[in-house]
Nanobody, 125 residues
Framework: VQLQASGGGLVQAGGSLRLSCAAS????????TGWFRQAPGKEREFVSA???????IYANSVKGRFTISRDRTRNTVYLQMNSLKPDDTAIYYC????????????????????WGQGTQVTVSS
């Protein structure tokens, strides 16, 4: 199982980015996928997750601004990020949870077995 995160970059506050998490070795339709982020000097935090059945969950800090989705044909999960703020600056990681925790448990990073390498998102003020 491999995950390749991409799509990060430098954007001004208020701008948008779309992150991609391309999966290989497993089907995103069968496993939950989550996005986490880690800012310098801070702990890793949950951003959003998509269950195998396509239910979604978001951190309160991104609710209404970020949207998680998937493309089965590309075996890829996306994170559309709008109205970006400087506080969104972090390395973003995608992760796969083959054990499929219940939706309410998806914010817990311990439920994920595979992690991508991360992509840097920098939001300037």
């Amino acid at each position: 199982v491999q995950l390749q995160a991409s799509g990060g970059g430098l954007v001004q506050a208020g701008g948008s980015l779309r992150l991609s998490c391309a999966a290989s070795g497993h089907s995103i339709s069968r496993h939950a996928t989550g996005w986490f982020r880690q800012a310098p000097g801070k702990e890793r935090e949950f951003v959003s997750a998509l269950s195998w059945s396509a239910s979604t969950i978001y951190a309160n800090s991104v609710k209404g601004r970020f949207t998680i989705s998937r493309d089965r044909t590309r075996n890829t999960v996306y994170l559309q990020m709008n109205s970006l703020k400087p506080d969104d600056t972090a390395i973003y990681y995608c992760a796969a949870a083959p054990r499929n925790p219940v939706l309410s448990a998806l914010p817990n990073p311990n439920g994920y077995d595979y992690w991508g390498q991360g992509t840097q998102v920098t939001v300037s003020s």
